[in-house]
């Protein structure tokens, strides 16, 4: 079975830019998970989605980033305007049943604001 | 305090060792427990999920729960070089949706 995929694996853009990370769970997972992974800050939720909607983005840091999940297969996270800042490594989750359930990791997009 | 606290490391074993990796967490409410391995500049691998108090055993690994002193632990035994790893405790909070808190893992290394 393919895991959870993302796109893509490595984006290199100037402050200001925008920048729209892809991901699809895994095929009959209900929930979706985006994370951002820092050294300081270590591994953070910024939204979930179930079944196409989001139902928690208190992680979100700001009104630059927003998600969106048109279809059961396809999610993506959005940065407008771009900060160095932004720089991490963002990573797509899904689980089965919900955020207490085991969750499954994309390879993730390691993002460079210059 | 910390909802997830893991000591940082690095953890040095010898091969074939047992490798011990603690957790503490603050939600007295929380009921699902993970335990998760990060090689370098990979994604998270679930390594184990704990529910009820006690120990849970699976291969070389062994998750065990402490809810009253709200303590998490994996047990690695017959430590391999390919253990080398960091180390993540997730915790789900009782608030918030029940999403999942990550401690910021526990680097181990095992030496051949």
């Known amino acids: 079975d393919a895991g959870v995929i993302q796109s893509p694996r490595h984006e290199v853009t100037e402050m200001g830019q925008e920048v729209t990370l892809r991901c699809k769970p895994i095929?009959?997972?209900?929930?979706l998970f985006w994370y951002r992974q820092t050294m300081m800050r270590g591994l953070e939720l910024l939204i979930y989605?179930?079944?196409?909607?989001?139902?928690?983005d208190s992680g979100m840091p700001e009104d630059r980033f927003s998600a969106k999940m048109p279809n059961a297969s396809f999610s993506t996270l959005k940065i407008q305007p771009s900060e160095p800042r932004d720089s991490a490594v963002y990573f797509c989750?899904?689980?089965?049943?919900?955020?207490?359930?085991?969750?499954?990791f994309g390879d993730g997009t390691r993002l460079s604001i210059l | 305090q910390k909802e997830v606290e893991q000591n940082s490391g690095p953890l040095s074993v010898p091969e074939g060792a047992i490798a011990s990796l603690n957790c503490t967490y603050s939600?007295?409410?929380?009921?699902?427990f993970f335990w998760y391995r990060q090689y370098s500049g990979k994604s998270p691998e679930l390594i184990m999920f704990?529910?009820?108090?006690g120990d849970k055993e699976d291969g070389r690994f062994t998750a065990q729960l402490n809810k009253a002193s709200q303590y998490v632990s994996l047990l690695i035994r017959d430590s391999q070089p390919s253990d080398s790893a960091t180390y993540l405790c997730?915790?789900?909070?009782?608030?918030?949706?029940?999403?999942?808190?990550f401690g910021k893992g526990t680097k181990l290394s095992v030496k051949p």
């Open positions: 939600d007295r409410g929380s009921q699902s």
């Open positions: 997730a915790v789900n909070r009782m608030r918030s949706q029940g999403n999942l808190i």
């Open positions: 704990i529910y009820s108090n």
């Open positions: 989605f179930n079944n196409n909607v989001p139902i928690d």
């Open positions: 095929s009959g997972h209900d929930y």
């Open positions: 989750a899904s689980s089965l049943t919900g955020p207490k359930q085991p969750q499954h």
